[in-house]
């Protein structure tokens, strides 16, 4: 038997080795985020520099939306008609909402994004050349995208042409002279100068999201569709305020609006919150490396994580941009005053008014999530990786069991993910349908999934470069002490 000072004893010790423990474990982890520290602003400033920049961009986004195609006069419901209409709704999304006033950045990047849809499915073995390049680095990557940027033009002419016949067969848009005024005639300034502008607009916000890609924080196309939606969130709230507050004085039909609005405010953070679990769950699969012997427990088990939805919100995008370029030609020819079967398709199974349309939206959304889960997350390349550097899957033999069983998982996360992912973009469709709130101010739908996504990625990016420039200097500062102990030791 112990008596109590030797029980004491042993439990001053045990205390004591795991007070070393955890001040070692503190003293090896690296803690970046410390905004108290003088130093800290000096440490980063790298980072910084690549946030200012990026809002500056931001900023200069902001304000060339407002300025309005010269020589064009809008109609006094121009912004309403737009933001009730479901084709434009769709273009704006994926263009950064720049076309609310008709901007000179109107078209936003929804040309790019339809163009590298069909460039990354044509990359996926179908074309041998592409797939290639897909697989050849950033050199392969380069060529794509330019390859993508030069895809975009046809894109871009058709969708300025489809937004112009539809806007001025609606009388929202029109010239500010006419042909008898000066020797430009209406045909001339529809079809050629103002396409021109919208062109020129759009490959002008590419080169600005390439700069905040290579310059600033996050990806430039996303952080711009993502300040164009978020932009517009304030002014969705205050509508649906409006909408649910009657303008009656009666108190009964004020308090009913006020609690439904209370009611939806509810609703929309708790999606919030939904969103966020569902981009933060992983499945962890642990892996072992050849030699390394056991593990001492789970926390440091190595693992490779895989997301209940790795594809993010790439597939929402897609089936947009699908959806709208048959929509967009079908606008082309509506305001030309031609109806055919491809018109009568569009409105009927295309339209998100339709129980069609949201439909096969869902599955264009779903089908996108299996596709692009692939595509983001290659299991041959890891397994091919596992291989040469010796890790593997306890339980899973390397090579083809290692690929197929990554595959395999892919696929089981992906169903869950992808169905999830296609009733958030469907809600306001499907909330418009069964109730009088219009879809521009329901809630869910693709811009609360890209503002989600995108806000996400974008601190997590800002994270991984505070830990990455922390060990950076740590490394610099061990450098400098074994410099200085070797000058000391030659004096």
């Not at 163009?115 to 996926?124: C, G, N």
Request: aromatic share 10%.
């Amino acid at each position: 038997m112990l008596d109590k000072t030797t029980v004491t004893g042993l439990k001053t010790r045990k205390s004591k080795v795991i007070k070393n423990k955890k001040n070692k474990k503190n003293k090896n982890s690296v803690n970046p985020i410390n905004f108290g520290n003088a130093s800290f602003f000096k440490r980063n400033k790298d980072l910084f520099k690549r946030i200012f920049i990026t809002l500056m961009i931001i900023l200069l986004i902001r304000v060339l939306s407002f300025v309005t195609i010269p020589s064009i006069t809008l109609s006094p419901s121009y912004t309403q008609n737009v933001s009730n209409s479901e084709f434009f709704q769709l273009l704006s999304t994926l263009g950064g909402g720049t076309l609310g006033n008709f901007s000179i950045v109107a078209l936003g990047v929804s040309p790019y994004i339809t163009a590298s849809i069909i460039v990354q499915l044509l990359s996926t073995d179908v074309i041998p050349v592409l797939s290639n390049w897909s697989k050849s680095g950033e050199r392969g990557k380069r060529k794509l995208d330019k390859l993508t940027k030069i895809l975009s033009i046809p894109f871009a002419i058709m969708q300025s042409i489809a937004t112009i016949f539809t806007l001025t067969s609606q009388g929202l848009i029109s010239p500010k002279w006419s042909s008898s005024d000066s020797g430009i005639g209406p045909s001339w300034f529809y079809y050629m100068l103002v396409p021109l502008v919208m062109i020129a607009g759009s490959f002008f916000l590419l080169w600005l999201s390439d700069q905040i890609t290579l310059k600033g924080i996050g990806n430039g196309v996303s952080v711009i569709i993502f300040a164009g939606i978020v932009t517009k969130m304030p002014n969705s709230i205050i509508s649906t305020f409006k909408f649910w507050i009657d303008k009656n004085d009666e108190s009964s039909v004020l308090l009913d609006g006020i609690l439904k609005f209370i009611i939806y405010l509810c609703a929309f953070l708790f999606l919030i919150y939904m969103i966020v679990v569902m981009n933060e769950v992983e499945r962890k699969i642990p892996i072992q490396q050849t030699g390394a012997g056991l593990v001492d427990s789970s926390e440091h088990t190595p693992y490779l994580p895989l997301k209940l939805n790795n594809a993010g919100v790439i597939p929402v995008i897609f089936a947009s941009a699908i959806i709208s370029t048959p929509v967009t030609i079908s606008q082309i020819l509506i305001s030309s005053g031609k109806t055919n079967w491809f018109v009568l398709f569009c409105n009927n199974y295309l339209s998100f008014s339709s129980w069609h349309g949201i439909i096969i939206y869902a599955v264009l959304t779903i089908l996108f999530t299996f596709l692009y889960s692939q595509v983001q997350i290659n299991p041959e390349k890891i397994a091919d990786n596992f291989q040469k550097s010796g890790t593997f899957i306890p339980g899973i033999k390397p090579g083809k069991d290692t690929e197929k069983f990554i595959s395999a998982t892919i696929n089981r996360l992906s169903w869950m993910g992808s169905f999830f992912l296609a009733f958030i973009a469907v809600l306001p469709y499907v909330i418009s349908k069964l109730t009088n709130l219009p879809s521009s101010l329901a809630i869910g739908g693709t811009g609360l999934i890209i503002v989600i996504s995108v806000s996400i990625q974008t601190i997590q990016q800002i994270k991984s470069r505070l830990i990455e420039q922390e060990f950076v200097n740590r490394k610099n500062k061990n450098v400098k002490v074994v410099e200085s102990s070797k000058k000391s030791h030659i004096w």
